[in-house]
């Protein structure tokens, strides 16, 4: 079974929310679609869902063209960012809706209940209006209840974003052992943290202002971002930039610092370009001889949960470092930062393309820190 | 000072009170009277100002042709009422949710100009449409029957059916009908599974206007019915002639009226839990 | 917003009735007027604008048109007022609110023509308890309903003592459903009950404000039923209004074309006062402050 997007573009009330996307999804298979808010992915969920029709270009499952099939006659799950369930009906009688309207017999659907409120921890809730219920249960009820169908395509649209951090912490691990054993579905799940995504695992379809901009192994495009909006796009904070000046043997940043030109940056043509490097890849302590170094004053430090940005400057350099702890600096406070070259990346100054990405053997840490 | 303020305040709401009981007290005094009681001047209390009787409550529960019969007009209304306001709740409910969730284009007319009209049929003065509804009534074989007045009622109701439901809709996010679309009801299955049963308050509050508008109206009730179906307020207004005992006159208003004052009690419930407020803006 | 073959099945049935109950009345009416329709000549002849060259002429429609502004104008702002001073009496905690609120709705539930009997007999000038309370203060017995300034004010009093609960009902509920916030906000401020309602609750009141006052002022242009039962028009023409006048003139005197031509231009002056009305109430409330 396979979902093919040929070409497809949507327009509502005269604003393109997406244009020319061509995607293929495999049965089995896990998608998450990552970008910034109003970058297209709800819309690129209702699509898929049926619930919208493309204003352009072809949808076909199994060769099929499957746009002018009503929702209802689809199996197609979709959770909300909202928590929806059907106020009127109690716990049960919510999860057991999709499979009455089936008309599947009654032991079938006592079973399958039982089965997913027992994945889901929900088993005690069951005579509970979803009203009387916190957000993280009535999430889990939703859930319960699209993955009680079987659909063939379970879109989850930012399903944890309006839920607080600690329920979300606590849910991702979960999401990860239940779809990873899935060998019947799609599964397409939407979100706008690149660290969620890493999490989760999978496949990734990075989507920008309604178009695609890389898809591929969602680690894969994490060390090599196909250009500067996805590498931008696919960190948080997003990967800092600073203009560059490739001449001789030499990298020199907009900031004066000079690189030599070697190890994966070698092969860097002469001429400007854009170096990159990842917050978490900018240090206070000096961990490697062959460390570059930087002076800059701190502009604004801000703890977030167990972590601390601080937003540096110095003259055309305007980063941001991660700092593990909680940490507090003066503003205006000078500040020395370390850096390993071999963490750049390089992208092109034309049209943003990766020019060269930091070797994958030695950022086995790098993936899991995000 | 403040103390003179909450004296202030319980005074005015004492006053008021008492203007709105005034017609009711006195309306239930006067029905107890005989025309001894009711010539000799205004008097209030009983058995120390005038000799109480239950004639003008008796006469009503004679049957026809011996006394006032209110029993036949009172099951007149209660039909006409019911019928007409659950038609319109039906109609007007499907329009709205129509309104609410799809989008309409003919020309210039959009889904706000749809709901305009229907919203506005309210502005119509009865008598612009008195003849016309007489004629067509007529026409139509309707003149002096229920089935004529439920008719025109539901041109009356309809619009505050669709006035107070369409944002009641609108309150109830898409996202619930999409789930139910995706759970494999079609629209009207959605409609009638999911949605219906979400809007209670809503159908309560718009069922309450058109009983309280449907029961309440008299213009059209008296000129398109003359014998064979008369509606409760056009059976008490013939009663206001000259010669009308007023004691009996009493006692039949006080009957035809109380079934809604209960009514009130109903909308201010409503009214605490704050669902009107969404319905009326 | 979803786009569904189904969808007309929703909206066709409500919107086909209404439009075959209320259109057809419309167009004949409109039709009507250019006819000498009358109880000697029933039937749609074409009579050409004479119905209106006569209305031009017919003071005493004038006069109902005026006597029905005044009295849907004067009865419509008591209400706003009283309505409003009692729900900001019952808005807040008080002893025996449900006990207010619910009293205060009653009279908007009672069939206004069936408590307009009961006005008549309190209104009556020799039996009635009103007279009755007045010669008890030592006052002259006053002629409710048999002077023509008095019969108004009479017609006044019912309108008010039947539709206040209305604007009550509208703006309490819209007083519950404020935002807490700019109250507190004031209150921090040290703002008075005097400012506080002029600065806060009047400003956010106005939009709901402007829809019960237009509410009010569309059922007022109606008034007719009243009229009918409390004074039949009198004494003389003194209380008659434009619905009332045009009933005497269609439905008792059988002058079908007349009245049809009175009722198209009564609506259409309706339409425009209304439509000014609403244009300058928004004006007015929104720009107050």
Known sequence: ?????????????????????????????????????????????????????PTSGAITMDGRNIVEVPVWKRRVSMVYQQFINYPHLDVRANIAFPLQRAGLPGDEIDARINEVTALLGIGELLRR???????????????????????????????????????????????????????????????????????????????????????????????????????????????????????????????????????????????????????????LEQSAADDMELAAEVQLSEVNGSETYIHIHHNEVSWVVREDGVHSYALGSGIRIRFNPGRLFAFSSADGRLLAAPDNLVSGSAVMEG | MFVLYRSLKYFVLLVWSAFVALPFLWALTTSFKTANGVVSGATYIPWLQYEPSLEGWKVLFRGEGKGIDIITPYLNSLTVTLSASFISLLLGTLAAYGLSRFSWRAGPIRNADITFFFISQRIMPPIVLSIPFFLMLRMLGLLDSRAGLVLVYIALLMPIVVWVMVDFFNNIPRELDETAMLDGCGPLETFWRVILPNCKPGLVVAGLFCIVFGWNDFFFAFILTFTETQLLPVAIVSLNSSVTPWWSLSASSLIAVVPLVILAFVIEKYLSSGNLAGAIK | ??????????????????????????????????????????????????????????????????????????????????????????????????????????????????????????????????????????????????????????????????????????????????????????????????????????????????????????????????????????????????????????????????????????????????????????????LKD
Request: aromatic share 10%; with cysteine; charged share 15%.
């Open chain 1, 1 to 53: 079974m396979s979902l093919i997007l040929e070409a497809v573009g949507s327009m509502a009330e005269d604003q393109m929310h997406l244009a020319d996307i061509n995607l293929t999804f495999e049965k089995g298979a896990f998608y998450v679609v990552l970008g910034a808010t109003l970058a297209g992915k709800t819309s690129l969920l209702r699509l898929l869902s049926g619930l919208d029709q």
């Open chain 1, 129 to 283: 209006r979803p009203g009387e219920l916190s957000g993280g249960q009535q999430q889990r009820v939703a859930l319960a209840r699209s993955l009680v169908k079987n659909a063939d395509l379970l879109l989850l649209d930012e399903p944890l974003v309006n839920l607080d951090y600690k329920l979300r912490e606590q849910l991702r691990p979960e999401f990860r052992s239940l779809f990873g054993n899935n060998t019947s579905a799609i599964i397409v799940y939407s979100t706008t943290e690149p660290l969620e995504a890493l999490m989760l695992g999978g496949r990734i379809i990075i989507l920008d202002e309604g178009r695609v901009l890389q898809t591929g192994d969602v680690h894969e495009a994490f060390h090599n971002p196909a250009c500067e909006t996805v590498a931008r796009v696919f960190n948080d904070p997003p990967m800092n930039m600073i203009s560059a000046d490739v001449a001789g043997e030499r990298i020199i940043l907009g900031d004066g610092l000079v690189l030599p030109r070697s190890g994966h940056l070698a092969g860097l043509p002469p001429g400007p370009c854009r170096i990159g490097i990842r917050a978490n890849d900018l240090n």
């Open chain 3, 1 to 286: 917003m979803l786009n569904l073959r189904h969808k007309y099945v929703f909206l066709l049935p409500g919107l086909l009735v209404l439009l075959a109950i209320i259109l057809f009345p419309l167009l004949f009416t409109i039709r009507v007027s250019f006819s000498s329709w009358d109880v000697v000549m029933p039937g749609l002849d074409w009579f050409g604008g004479r119905n209106y060259t006569r209305m031009w002429a017919d003071g005493r429609f004038w006069e109902a048109m005026q006597r029905l502004v005044m009295v849907a104008v004067s009865s419509v702002a008591l209400q706003y007022v009283l309505g409003f001073s009692l729900a900001l009496l019952v808005w807040r905690n008080i002893r025996m609110k449900r006990f207010f609120r619910v009293l205060f709705l009653v009279p908007m539930m009672t069939t206004p023509v069936i408590m307009t009997v009961i006005w008549r007999t309190i209104f009556h000038e020799s039996l009635g308890p009103l007279n009755n309370f007045i010669e008890m203060l030592g006052l002259p017995a006053v002629p409710w309903l048999s002077t023509a300034s008095t019969a108004v004010i009479s017609l006044v009093i019912v309108e008010v003592w039947q539709w206040t609960p209305f604007m009550f009902l509208l703006l309490l509920a819209g007083l519950l459903s404020l935002p807490r916030e700019p109250f507190q906000a004031a209150a921090i401020d040290g703002a008075g009950p005097v400012r506080t309602f002029f600065n806060v609750t009047m400003p956010l009141m106005a939009p709901i404000s402007i829809g019960a006052l237009i509410i009010r002022l569309i059922e007022a242009s109606k008034i007719m039923e009243t009229v009918y039962v409390l004074t039949a028009g009198g004494p003389g023409t003194a209380t008659e209004t434009a619905s009332y006048y045009i009933y005497i003139r269609g439905l008792r005197e059988f002058q079908i074309g007349y009245a049809a031509a009175l009722s198209v231009t009564y609506l259409v002056l309706m339409i425009i006062a209304l439509t000014i009305i609403a244009k300058i109430l928004a004006r007015i409330m929104i």
